[in-house]
Structures are given as structure tokens and as C-alpha cells.
């Protein structure tokens, strides 16, 4: 019999069931923690999974927005899923994460399922070329939130600094690097949405400093679908991200999320807090 225990961390992570009045119940866990609660990814695809089991649900999804309201703390949450509008093609939903006694949700979050049909298909962007990530040395991060630990990366460029002084000038904020589960696992729709939320904050690479840091909102949009990612059947992808403008406290980061045939899976964009 599968138990929570033996599936896959990230699955057992995300793992939700539905509730007699139709909610979702779920629970966070501390593998994947950050400084103050849940890791922003984990959340992320808690959302895309109850959406994806939800018996009204149609399509696939090809967006998903998510606005951390406040952090989730450990232990049980609740996801209340509501269908706002559908036609044909689209399906509109919005979502809401509750915990404990508190009236306000800790986390609102929207996303759009869409009807994948036969048709033209073309990629203007290019591929990041690296070699492969066994030429490349593995990130080692002691000391650092659990939720690091829950993934592998290979650092092509831009790798996380800490220098005891900021950088002047200001570093890059361009990364690229091989990702993968520690526990090897398929890449798939949720495992996408979290992996949006890996990029490290590019303030720490243009500040070359880890500094108070957190995800506001985070947008992924799904360039791929089920079929294509279980033919695919990778256990590795490619990242990129870079930022714009650092500016009174908040900064903009955009990613990429590739596979390794060169295939465009997944971009996010998301609007961060900072403090330095």
C-alpha cells in the first residue's frame, strides 16, 4: 500500500485531498521550509495540484499567478478553489489559501486551464548553451533553509556569492545552470511550477550579499504540456533568469526553464522584496 512516507518528497509535499464541502486540505512541511514558512514553489504547485484534481477542471494548465499574502506556517492548510469563468477553450480559476483561525487567506493565487489542440507549432527563443552538468561543479550551500537541499544545481554562470562587502559596481544579475530533484524524480507540471521559484533573489548577485529577501507574486507561464513532458521524461532542466531594476525595496526577476533537447518548458516573472 503507497503511503505519504514512501512516495516522492515534492510529491508528499504537495500531496492534497478534497474535503466533503469541496475544499482542498493540505500540509506544509518543513523539508521544504525557508526562513519563515513554506517554500513560495511548494506552495506554488500545492495550487496547481488541487486545481489539476479538482473534478470541475478541463485543459491544461498554460498560466499560473500567485501572491504571497503571508507566510504558511507548519501544519494543515485549507485551498478553496472557485471557477470564475470558462468558454471552449479557457478555463478561469481563482484560489485561496486559509490556515488556522485567521479570516484573511495567506496566499491568493489565479490560473488558466486551456484545450491544447493540433495546430503550428515554432520557437524563436534560443536555448542557453552549457555543457553537460557532469562538467560542471555541483553547488554545495552548508548552513543554508531546507529548501535548497530539495534540489541539485550546476552553475554555469552566476553562481550565489556572499563577499563581506557589497560589489561595486553591482554584479550581474544573469544566472544559468542545471536543476534537478535531490531525489531524482520526472519533471512535470507541478514540479515546473515550483522549479519557478528557484531562482535565487538576484539582489544577492548584484549585491554579491544575502540580504532580507521574499517573493511578493510570481507568475509562471506553461510553454508545454503532459504529453510532451512525459515523452520527454527528463529528470534534469536548464535555468536562466536575470533581473531588471532594483528600486526603494522591491525588484523584478524573469526565468526560464528549459530541456535539455532545448525545448522551452516554462517562464516565470515575479516581483520581490528586498531589504538593503
Given at each position: 500500500?503507497?503511503t505519504?512516507?514512501s512516495?516522492?518528497p515534492?510529491?508528499?509535499a504537495?500531496?492534497?485531498?478534497r ?12 523539508d521544504?521550509?525557508?526562513f519563515?514558512?513554506?517554500?513560495g ?11 489539476m484534481r479538482h ?7 498554460i498560466?499560473?499567478?500567485v501572491n504571497?499574502a503571508?507566510p504558511?506556517q507548519?501544519?494543515a492548510f485549507?485551498?478553496s478553489?472557485?471557477?470564475v ?5 479557457t478555463?478561469h480559476w481563482?484560489i ?5 483561525d485567521d ?23 534560443t536555448p ?15 548552513d543554508?533553509?531546507?529548501?535548497v537541499g530539495?534540489y541539485?544545481f550546476?552553475f554555469?554562470?552566476?553562481e550565489?556569492i556572499n ?11 544573469v544566472?544559468?545552470f542545471?536543476l534537478a ?6 519533471v512535470?507540471l ?5 522549479m519557478?521559484?528557484?531562482f535565487?533573489?538576484r539582489?544577492f548577485q548584484v549585491?554579491g ?6 517573493t511578493?507574486s510570481?507568475?509562471t507561464y506553461f510553454h508545454?504540456?503532459v ?9 534534469r532542466?536548464i535555468g536562466?533568469?536575470?533581473g531588471?531594476r532594483?528600486h ?14 532545448g ?12 531589504k538593503?
Open positions: 500500500m503507497t505519504l512516507q512516495i516522492h515534492f510529491d508528499r504537495i500531496a492534497v485531498c474535503e466533503p464541502d469541496g475544499t482542498f486540505l493540505a500540509e506544509a512541511r518543513t521544504y521550509w525557508t519563515m514558512g513554506q517554500f514553489g511548494a506552495t506554488a504547485a500545492t495550487c496547481l495540484n488541487a486545481l473534478p470541475d477542471a478541463a485543459g491544461q494548465p498560466a499560473l499567478t504571497f503571508a504558511i507548519e501544519g485549507r485551498l478553489l472557485r471557477r469563468r470558462a468558454n471552449r477553450s478555463q481563482s485561496e489559501i486559509h490556515q488556522g479570516p484573511e487567506p495567506r496566499t491568493t493565487a489565479t490560473a488558466v486551464l486551456a484545450e491544447r489542440r493540433p495546430g503550428w507549432s515554432h520557437q524563436s527563443a542557453p548553451a552549457l555543457p553537460p552538468a557532469e562538467q560542471l561543479r555541483e553547488l554545495v550551500l552548508p543554508t533553509v531546507p529548501w530539495c541539485r550546476w554555469e554562470s552566476g550565489p563577499s563581506p562587502e557589497p560589489l561595486s559596481p553591482p554584479g550581474s544579475a544566472s544559468q542545471w530533484d535531490a531525489v531524482e524524480r520526472d512535470d507541478t514540479s515546473l511550477a515550483a519557478a521559484d528557484t535565487f533573489g539582489i549585491r550579499q544575502i540580504v532580507p529577501f521574499g511578493v510570481l507568475t508545454s504540456d504529453e510532451e513532458l512525459q515523452a520527454l521524461a527528463t529528470r532542466v536562466r533568469v536575470d531588471r532594483f526603494r525595496s522591491y525588484s523584478d526577476q524573469s526565468g526560464e526553464l528549459w530541456s535539455p533537447d525545448r522551452l518548458l516554462a517562464t516565470s516573472h515575479q516581483i520581490a522584496y528586498f538593503a
